[in-house]
């Protein structure tokens, strides 16, 4: 089993940035894709963005230029980097590990992001 654990969520106004981290138990980077989530009060929870083991990132078109994803192998870690907050970017954003169709998914237990002025 892996354990995820996410960071660095916190209330910010409109227009700043936050970067959130997740760290896994074990190095399981070069072997799943990695992916951010977020879960808004009332509404479904959604992918933000995504990285693969090769590298290769993919975003939500409404976070897409402000958002950015990243590994750092050595730490164990993957981040999202978020410039550029609006309020609707609030929600609950979860780490994740894809595991494939015939596996659940690991999942964090998530980090709360508030933009509010």
């Known amino acids: 089993q892996v354990q995820l654990v996410e960071s660095g969520g916190g209330l910010v106004q409109p227009g700043e940035s936050l970067t959130l981290s997740c760290a896994a138990s074990r190095n399981i980077f070069s072997i799943y894709p990695m992916g951010w989530y977020r879960q808004a009060p009332g509404k479904q929870r959604e992918l933000v963005a995504a990285i693969t083991p090769g590298g290769s990132t993919n975003y939500a078109d409404s976070v897409k230029g402000r958002f950015t994803i990243s590994r750092d192998n050595a730490k164990n870690t993957v981040n999202l980097q978020m410039n550029s907050l609006k309020p609707e970017d609030t929600a609950v954003y979860y780490c994740?590990?894809?595991?494939?169709?015939?596996?659940?998914?690991?999942w964090g237990q998530g980090t709360q992001v508030t933009v509010s002025s």
């Open positions: 994740n590990a894809n595991r494939g169709v015939h596996r659940d998914p690991y």
